[in-house]
């Protein structure tokens, strides 16, 4: 009895949870354009998608702010958290402070302080702004899953590195480095999913010149539904699946 | 200044700047700009005024506070009321299946938030699947009109966040000690008492994060009363946008965004001292 309430709970919210993913996947091969009723399996949606050249210029525009920023965060972000993690350092306390206080911090609030501070430096927004927004809000998901995979191995490799004449930085890409390589794998894929996906933040630093998708699809939206979206975010929800379930299977590899 | 002091310096230096550049100073200025009066031409100016705080309290303005407040607050405890039993079969299930079940909830939570909103609004809107399945079942003659109502944010809050609340639930749960739930039945307790004086307690510091990681976002999620709402229902987030983008007042929207840190903060300080409590109980 208590065993069938659990499983019929759970299956439940999986159902909620899933269930429009689902719809929006189905639909996005759906022949009609204006009604819900299926009128049969077409491509038609993902062809007229990609003649679509705005939306293939905010495709592009944000898989390059994602492929770099997420590229920037995780080299600063792996540097980071070696750095916590070996070195004593005055504000050791005040940089973990920072790095929790930015993954809390309520997104709105990042968004319309950077605004504040690109307008202010007179720097247009655009491109950069948006990069460094992005590589802002990654940065300490990358220190933080680097981190635990560096606390997790035995000191000792690096003091007998050292003994044996490892400069630091060879220490750091010889040693260090590909013993943590999987969760740095995954600290970048989880990175690049969180740019990619960014609304709130990229809405108060991106410019006129310069559009990325989510903000393209949540102006669409805005509008009206156009079977189009449809087909566009069954992309970017696949590619999301993707690096997840890769980022997934990186950080498990580890503790075996 | 030697090889490796030179390693160490550049490793903390970059990421200490990059913090102080893109997260401290813009922080303060926030806290700062608050703090000012409002100037058309130049977005601020001085002298430092409270009058903005004096707004945000003003029957008009408190008015979109307190709503906020109360649909974050809302929100978290359907949150609670899904995902704690959820959290908690989950973490029951036999240990070859858990895995699994865990992924298909992470998945969720990485997805952009405005996808699944998205999603939503196909399902709910007038001519949409939920209204096609009611007609043709025969239960309503007239389309319902679910999209643009209250019911229809607190569905895209709940979907959008519930993730983010099973997950602190799930890893407190999973670790739970089951000998302290057999103790206590042996000893006498039925499944309430065991559930209020053992499982409960063992559980606060997930519930904590859970609703810290709920009930904040849940005031700024902007997009979701304005794909799912209409223009009625309004967030901080919402409110917040509009004072930078539509009526340039940065020193009102910076104070109410004070409002929110002060709120995080407020919360971060309770989940820190419950659970210094939680661990100095847990040791004796």
Same mark, same amino acid.
């Given at each position: 009895?208590?065993?069938?309430?659990?499983?019929?709970?759970?299956?439940?919210? $999986?159902?909620?949870?899933?269930?429009?993913?689902?719809?929006?996947?189905?639909?996005?091969?759906?022949?009609?354009?204006?009604?819900?009723?299926?009128?049969?399996?077409?491509?038609?949606?993902?062809?007229?998608?990609?003649?679509?050249?705005?939306?293939?210029?905010?495709?592009?525009?944000?898989?390059?702010?994602?492929?770099?920023?997420?590229?920037?965060?995780?080299?600063?972000?792996?540097?980071?958290?070696?750095?916590?993690?070996?070195?004593? $350092?005055?504000?050791?306390?005040?940089?973990?402070?920072?790095?929790?206080?930015?993954?809390?911090?309520?997104?709105?609030?990042?968004?319309?302080?950077?605004?504040?501070?690109?307008?202010?430096?007179?720097?247009?927004?655009?491109?950069?702004?948006?990069?460094?927004?992005?590589?802002?809000?990654?940065?300490?998901?990358?220190?933080?899953?680097?981190?635990?995979?560096?606390?997790?191995?035995?000191?000792?490799?690096?003091?007998?590195?050292?003994?044996?004449?490892?400069?630091?930085?060879?220490?750091?890409?010889?040693?260090?480095?590909?013993?943590?390589?999987?969760?740095?794998?995954?600290?970048?894929?989880?990175?690049?999913?969180?740019?990619?996906?960014?609304?709130?933040?990229?809405?108060?630093?991106?410019?006129?010149?310069?559009?990325?998708?989510?903000?393209?699809?949540?102006?669409?939206?805005?509008?009206?539904?156009?079977?189009?979206?449809?087909?566009?975010?069954?992309?970017?929800?696949?590619?999301?699946?993707?690096?997840?379930?890769?980022?997934?299977?990186?950080?498990?590899?580890?503790?075996? | 200044?030697?090889?490796?002091?030179?390693?160490?310096?550049?490793?903390?230096?970059?990421?200490?700047?990059?913090?102080?550049?893109?997260?401290?100073?813009?922080?303060?200025?926030?806290?700062?700009?608050?703090?000012?009066?409002?100037?058309?031409?130049?977005?601020?100016?001085?002298? #430092?005024?409270?009058?903005?705080?004096?707004?945000?309290?003003?029957?008009?303005?408190?008015?979109?506070?307190?709503?906020?407040?109360?649909?974050?607050?809302?929100?978290?405890?359907?949150?609670?009321?899904?995902?704690? #039993?959820?959290?908690?079969?989950?973490?029951?299930?036999?240990?070859?299946?858990?895995?699994?079940?865990?992924?298909?909830?992470?998945?969720?939570?990485?997805?952009?938030?405005?996808?699944?909103?998205?999603?939503?609004?196909?399902?709910?809107?007038?001519?949409?699947?939920?209204?096609?399945?009611?007609?043709?079942?025969?239960?309503?003659?007239?389309?319902?009109?679910?999209?643009?109502?209250?019911?229809?944010?607190?569905?895209?809050?709940?979907?959008?966040?519930?993730?983010?609340?099973?997950?602190?639930?799930?890893?407190?749960?999973?670790?739970?000690?089951?000998?302290?739930?057999?103790?206590?039945?042996?000893?006498?307790?039925?499944?309430?008492?065991?559930?209020?004086?053992?499982?409960?307690?063992?559980?606060?510091?997930?519930?904590?994060?859970?609703?810290?990681?709920?009930?904040?976002?849940?005031?700024?999620?902007?997009?979701?009363?304005?794909?799912?709402?209409?223009?009625?229902?309004?967030?901080?987030?919402?409110?917040?946008?509009?004072?930078?983008?539509?009526?340039?007042?940065? #020193?009102?929207?910076?104070?109410?965004?004070?409002?929110?840190?002060?709120?995080?903060?407020?919360?971060?300080?309770?989940?820190?001292?419950?659970?210094?409590?939680?661990?100095?109980?847990?040791?004796?």
């Amino acid at each position: 009895m208590k065993r069938w309430m659990g499983i019929s709970w759970v299956s439940l919210v $999986f159902a909620f949870l899933y269930g429009p993913l689902l719809v929006l996947m189905v639909f996005s091969f759906n022949q009609a354009r204006y009604t819900t009723a299926w009128q049969g399996f077409s491509f038609t949606w993902y062809t007229s998608l990609f003649e679509n050249q705005h939306l293939l210029d905010a495709f592009v525009n944000s898989l390059i702010v994602a492929f770099v920023s997420s590229l920037a965060a995780t080299a600063m972000g792996t540097l980071g958290a070696f750095a916590v993690s070996w070195y004593r $350092f005055a504000g050791r306390k005040i940089f973990f402070g920072l790095v929790y206080s930015v993954m809390m911090s309520p997104d709105i609030v990042m968004g319309i302080s950077l605004l504040m501070l690109f307008v202010l430096a007179g720097i247009h927004p655009g491109f950069l702004t948006l990069l460094t927004a992005h590589i802002t809000f990654c940065l300490p998901f990358v220190i933080v899953l680097v981190h635990a995979r560096i606390s997790g191995f035995d000191p000792s490799v690096v003091d007998a590195a050292r003994d044996l004449g490892a400069k630091e930085y060879d220490v750091f890409f010889k040693i260090i480095l590909p013993m943590i390589l999987p969760a740095v794998l995954a600290g970048w894929l989880l990175s690049f999913t969180l740019s990619l996906d960014d609304v709130i933040i990229s809405f108060f630093v991106t410019g006129p010149g310069f559009e990325i998708l989510p903000l393209k699809i949540y102006s669409m939206v805005k509008l009206g539904v156009t079977p189009e979206v449809n087909a566009l975010c069954t992309i970017l929800f696949l590619l999301t699946l993707a690096a997840v379930m890769t980022a997934h299977f990186l950080i498990k590899e580890k503790k075996k | 200044m030697n090889e490796r002091q030179g390693f160490k310096f550049f490793a903390v230096f970059i990421n200490m700047a990059w913090f102080a550049l893109f997260v401290l100073v813009p922080g303060l200025m926030v806290v700062g700009i608050s703090f000012l009066t409002r100037d058309m031409g130049s977005f601020f100016a001085w002298p #430092p005024t409270l009058v903005h705080y004096k707004e945000l309290v003003d029957p008009v303005y408190a008015k979109v506070l307190g709503n906020s407040l109360v649909y974050s607050l809302n929100t978290t405890l359907l949150c609670l009321g899904i995902g704690y #039993p959820f959290a908690w079969f989950l973490s029951r299930a036999p240990a070859y299946r858990r895995p699994l079940l865990l992924m298909m909830v992470i998945i969720p939570f990485w997805t952009s938030s405005l996808i699944r909103t998205y999603a939503l609004v196909i399902l709910l809107k007038a001519n949409g699947i939920i209204n096609a399945v009611l007609m043709g079942s025969g239960i309503v003659s007239e389309p319902v009109s679910m999209l643009y109502t209250d019911v229809a944010v607190y569905v895209g809050l709940v979907y959008s966040l519930l993730p983010f609340m099973i997950l602190p639930l799930y890893a407190v749960l999973e670790k739970m000690d089951l000998r302290l739930v057999e103790a206590a039945r042996d000893l006498g307790a039925n499944g309430l008492q065991v559930f209020v004086h053992v499982v409960l307690p063992l559980s606060l510091p997930g519930i904590m994060a859970g609703c810290i990681m709920v009930f904040l976002p849940a005031m700024g999620l902007f997009y979701i009363p304005d794909l799912l709402g209409g223009a009625k229902t309004m967030l901080v987030g919402n409110f917040i946008k509009n004072q930078f983008l539509t009526t340039s007042n940065w #020193p009102f929207g910076s104070a109410a965004s004070v409002f929110l840190l002060l709120l995080m903060v407020l919360m971060l300080g309770i989940y820190f001292l419950l659970s210094n409590r939680f661990n100095r109980n847990q040791t004796l």
